[in-house]
């Protein structure tokens, strides 16, 4: 990606040429974004590929194959779908050194993509940290006099290691949590084969109505958010988000065509990990959920609530 390099009294900064020429489409917090999402079907056609800027604090910045800085409303924000993903060029990776967690920044980039797992993307994304001027974001550090840095942030190498400590220990966790998960998974499916059939009153297909929809949120399930199924291939999000969506009752399989699940693949199942009577697992990725495989932590559960939603 063609960059262009900007210099004043300051120091230098990299701006990626995609974001530097075009007008800024809108302004607006993580929390905003999640609300335009869920209220206005047009969100993404009328922002992808638009230059928008997010304000709000660093929940996590982390500078390696991939340099991402994600962005909440504030410090007690911990869903991942009201966040929002800066990917940040990497001719720009030294900029994320002085950057900590609960920091106040704004954030400018290109709008790819939201959805209900992971929030919000910026790719690509430049990062300014609030009540300082652009060139705190850095370009490489050979290039930036030190002064560039806020003067409030000490050297970082002892600040770094503990950070790199932390993932390290998060990724560990992480893959304990997976195996746990697994074992679980397989002691109900274990208990209910051997201590009763199928229940009779399970519906074969998934019944129309009100879904109350939950995520592991480490270290619990959270709830996220609802939606309805509803007569003729439609179903609605909060109610105010429609749909399309299809079911083949061969496979269980739900495909949701358009909406606020627009990409979203539907398992339906009754038993087994996490089922909680009709229960519908959702894959944000296009991909059909696999109950069994390694990688489940990204997968959101809908249970059907024929007496409405209670959180």
Same mark, same amino acid.
């Given at each position: ?12 900064? @990299? ?6 020429g075009q007008r800024l489409a809108i302004s ?19 922002? $992808?590929?638009?230059? @928008?800027?997010?304000?709000?604090? @660093?929940?996590?910045?982390? %500078? ?16 991942? =779908? ?30 790819? *993509?939201? #959805?209900?797992?992971?929030?919000? %993307?910026?790719?690509?994304?430049q990062v300014q940290v609030a009540g300082t ?22 050297? %970082? ?6 950070? =790199? ?16 998960? *697994? ?17 009779? #009153? ?17 270290? #619990?399930?959270?709830?996220?958010? $609802?939606? %309805?199924?509803l007569d003729g291939g439609r179903y609605n ?12 009752? $061969? ?13 979203? @693949? ?20 296009? $991909? ?16 059907? *609530?024929? #007496?409405?939603?209670?959180?």
């Open positions: 990606m063609k960059s262009l390099l900007c210099c004043g009294l300051t120091g230098c900064l @990299i701006f990626p040429a995609l974001v530097l607006l917090t993580p929390d905003q974004m999640y609300e335009q999402y869920q209220t206005d079907p047009m969100f993404l056609d009328k922002y $992808r590929g638009t230059v @928008i800027e997010v304000t709000g604090v @660093i929940a996590t910045a982390t %500078a390696g194959g991939q340099n991402l800085v994600r962005l909440k409303t504030s410090a007690s924000s911990g869903i991942l =779908a009201h966040q929002v993903l800066c990917v940040v060029p990497a001719a720009d990776k030294m900029s994320l050194a002085p950057l900590r967690p609960d920091m106040p920044v704004k954030i400018t980039g290109t709008f790819a *993509r939201f #959805n209900m797992t992971f929030g919000g %993307a910026l790719d690509p994304c001027g652009p060139a705190t974001q850095g370009a490489p550090a050979q290039r930036a006099p030190a002064q560039t840095a806020p003067a409030q942030v000490p050297p %970082a190498s002892g600040r770094d290691q503990q950070i =790199a400590d932390a993932e390290k220990q998060l990724a560990d966790a992480e893959k304990q949590l997976a195996a746990l998960e *697994r074992q679980l998974a397989a002691a109900r499916q274990n208990s209910a084969g051997a201590t009763r059939a199928p229940a009779a #009153n399970s519906p074969a297909d998934p019944p129309l109505g009100d879904y109350a929809v939950y995520q592991l949120v480490f270290p #619990n399930f959270a709830y996220q958010y $609802r939606f %309805a199924l999000v909060i109610d105010k988000t429609p749909g399309t969506y299809t079911y083949d009752p $061969r496979t269980k399989i739900l495909t949701f065509e358009s909406g606020g699940l627009k990409g979203f @693949i539907g398992l339906y199942y009754t038993q087994g990990r996490n089922a909680e009577g009709p229960t519908i697992c959702l894959s944000h990725d296009g $991909r059909q959920p696999d109950l069994q495989g390694p990688r489940t932590q990204g997968y959101q559960y809908a249970y059907s *609530r024929p #007496n409405g939603i209670k959180k």
